[in-house]
């Protein structure tokens, strides 16, 4: 799920719930990961009330933010070049103020803000909440830094502003943090300890998109499957709840069941799982309810088992194997996608002709793969040499994208002649006649536009496709319309 997102280049949507009086303005962009668009919208809602509404106008903007993300150096570099552009502008309009928000905040704060001097704010993912305090800091000339990282902060009594929106698919955080300490990742510590959402916060939100016109939401977390309340505090402290508590805690699979049944027709997606926390349970309520698409984003970043341990990820890739054979019992149509990591330190080709065989074996719907990237302030950067040359990387690399391919077509082919509820969400990016939308497995879906419109569900017959997308005609509205 690592892509960027650049939420000032979607013309074609709009910012929800802009706030009659405000008269500042806000521009914010985000990069990277899911949860940094959605904590954006977070942003946004706590700015609301200080008077900003969003623009996407960067020359206009009183406030310039951007949430960013460091889990590989690709993403830092686009945001360093984002804040030579901002401060161009800023000598324009020299009232404008320019932040940084999100992991990148923490991790370069004292860079940014006293050594560079190329922002005026830095704020870390768990001080959202400060932000008004930080701009008055601003106003008043001293330094605005907070990248506290908070043991109980998940924004659960905030409503996001939905930002850019189509107006009918958005996220709906209910974790934050992640415990599992991967050594190429970054996360643990720039995102803090696990913690998970209220769950009555979380089906107030689900409803709340419900009656605005919403049609579909993705559940997001850095490890949705570790989901737990038990009434408050961190995953790693529920062996010291009460027996009350432990005995009304709420698990991934239980809140995955009052969200389908609070809104019966209301797709439901989640990510990202991780193959160490995911339980047949969650499978087995994905199987029950009709609501909830049939598709898992279940990275497993190597398929061999001692770059496996190096990563220090909890599964062997004959765990994995299990689970899959597993899911695809119980959801025989379940579209699978990957993360991979290639070239970590020490891979040898042995190792690399695992991850291949492994992806022979699961053959997954699409992937997001990626050469590894030393990350600063991880385990492997601190203990492990990165000895693998680039060009091998690269080669290897190469390999596994054009193996995807033929796995992504093989699989996109398996559709054919048959008829898929897709969800409209845009007209599609290469034909203004096509509407463009997701089927339950996540696969794009084009059809000619005819007289349906976005936000309706669609039954399309698949009559061609490619290794990425399904091309198709409407024979008419589904009975979730």
Not at 217 to 244: C, E, H, P, R
Not at 286 to 309: D, E, F, T, W
Request: hydrophobic share 35%; with cysteine; aromatic share 8%.
């Amino acid at each position: 799920m690592e892509k960027i997102i650049d939420e000032n280049k979607q013309g074609e949507f709009l910012t929800l719930d802009a706030k009659e009086g405000n008269t500042k303005k806000l521009f914010i962009e985000s990069y990277g990961c899911a949860m940094n668009f959605s904590d954006s919208e977070i942003v946004a809602s706590i700015l609301a009330n200080e008077g900003y509404n969003t623009t996407q106008h960067l020359e206009d903007a009183d406030l310039v933010l951007v949430n960013t993300c460091s889990i590989r150096d690709k993403a830092e570099q686009t945001v360093r070049k984002r804040l030579e552009k901002y401060n161009a502008v800023k000598k324009i309009n020299p009232k404008m103020k320019v932040g940084v928000l999100g992991c990148m905040a923490e991790r370069l704060k004292s860079k940014f803000l006293e050594e560079e001097k190329i922002v005026d704010l830095v704020v870390g993912p768990d001080a959202y909440k400060d932000l008004p305090n930080l701009l008055n800091d601003v106003d008043e000339g001293r330094d605005a830094i907070n990248v506290i990282l908070s043991k109980e902060e998940t924004y659960g009594d905030i409503s996001p502003v939905r930002l850019l929106s189509n107006g009918v698919t958005a996220f709906v955080s209910i974790t934050r943090g992640c415990d599992n300490m991967c050594t190429f990742c970054v996360v643990p510590f720039t995102r803090g300890r696990e913690r998970s959402r209220d769950p009555q916060s979380i089906l107030e939100e689900v409803n709340d998109l419900w009656s605005k016109g919403f049609k579909e939401i993705t559940l997001l977390g850095q490890n949705v499957d570790s989901y737990l309340w038990y009434g408050g505090g961190l995953k790693k402290d529920f062996d010291k709840a009460s027996d009350i508590q432990k005995a009304t805690a709420v698990s991934f699979a239980n809140l995955l069941e009052l969200c389908a049944k609070a809104q019966p027709k209301m797709r439901i997606r989640f990510s990202t799982s991780n193959p160490q926390d995911m339980t047949m349970d969650v499978v087995k309520t994905m199987a029950k309810y009709q609501n909830i698409c049939n598709y898992i984003h279940l990275p497993v970043q190597s398929g061999s088992n001692r770059i496996l341990k190096e990563m220090n990820r909890q599964h062997t890739r004959e765990e994995y194997f299990e689970l899959i054979d597993n899911i695809k019992q119980i959801i025989p149509d379940c579209a699978i996608s990957q993360d991979m990591i290639v070239g970590f330190p020490t891979e040898t080709e042995e190792d690399h002709q695992d991850t291949l065989s492994l992806m022979n074996h699961v053959k997954y719907d699409f992937g997001y793969m990626f050469a590894y990237s030393e990350r600063p302030g991880t385990m492997a950067e601190r203990k492990m040499e990165d000895d693998v040359p680039h060009e091998t990387k690269k080669r290897r690399l190469a390999e596994i994208v054009a193996l995807q391919q033929e796995h992504s077509h093989y699989r996109t082919k398996q559709f054919l002649g048959q008829v898929v509820e897709v969800l409209i969400e845009k007209p599609s990016k290469k034909s203004d006649a096509h509407w463009s939308g997701r089927n339950q497995q996540s696969t794009v879906t084009v059809f000619p536009k005819e007289n349906y419109k976005v936000g309706d569900f669609v039954n399309v017959k698949v009559t061609d496709c490619t290794s990425a997308t399904l091309i198709g005609e409407a024979i008419g509205y589904s009975e979730n319309n």
